[in-house]
């Protein structure tokens, strides 16, 4: 229904009774990102990327919180998440791609940054 705030509540509510569920937290952190609460998205994502024991879900957490980070701005933190990703799951093509927009993108910034000095 798109009610993303409710949705991080009902995670919440959750993990409030069973903390160590993994999926929740994964969840937790789209809801929140949905909702536009990016820095609870990230934490969200830390806790799920903590208690995840397989690669291919913790790369998916990792992944995820590249593509907040991202959005946010973070270029450093974006690209180390992104990487994280990929060394769990080499065949995350989704990280890899978006790993090489973000070091397109630093790149840029660092070139902009060179000229105004």
Same mark, same amino acid.
């Given at each position: ?8 509540? %009902? ?10 569920? @993994? ?13 536009? $609460? $990016? ?7 830390? =806790?799920?990327?903590?208690?995840? =024991?397989?690669?291919?879900? $913790?790369? &998916?957490?990792?992944? &995820? $919180? ?6 946010? !701005?973070?270029? @450093?933190?974006?690209? =180390? ?10 065949? %995350? =093509?989704?990280?890899?791609? %978006? ?5 397109? +993108? +630093?790149? !840029?910034?660092? !070139? +902009?940054? !060179?000229?105004?000095?």
């Amino acid at each position: 229904q798109k009610d993303y705030a409710a949705a991080a509540d %009902n995670y919440e509510k959750a993990l409030k009774l069973k903390s160590d569920m @993994p999926e929740a937290s994964f969840n937790k952190g789209n809801a929140k990102y949905k909702a536009g $609460k $990016k820095d609870d998205a990230i934490a969200a994502y830390d =806790e799920a990327i903590r208690l995840l =024991e397989n690669p291919i879900e $913790k790369s &998916n957490a990792w992944y &995820n $919180k590249g593509v907040v980070l991202q959005n946010n !701005q973070k270029l @450093p933190e974006c690209i =180390e998440a992104y990487k994280q990703a990929l060394k769990l799951d080499p065949k %995350n =093509e989704d990280a890899r791609q %978006n790993l090489q927009k973000a070091l397109q +993108q +630093q790149k !840029q910034q660092q !070139q +902009q940054q !060179q000229k105004t000095l």
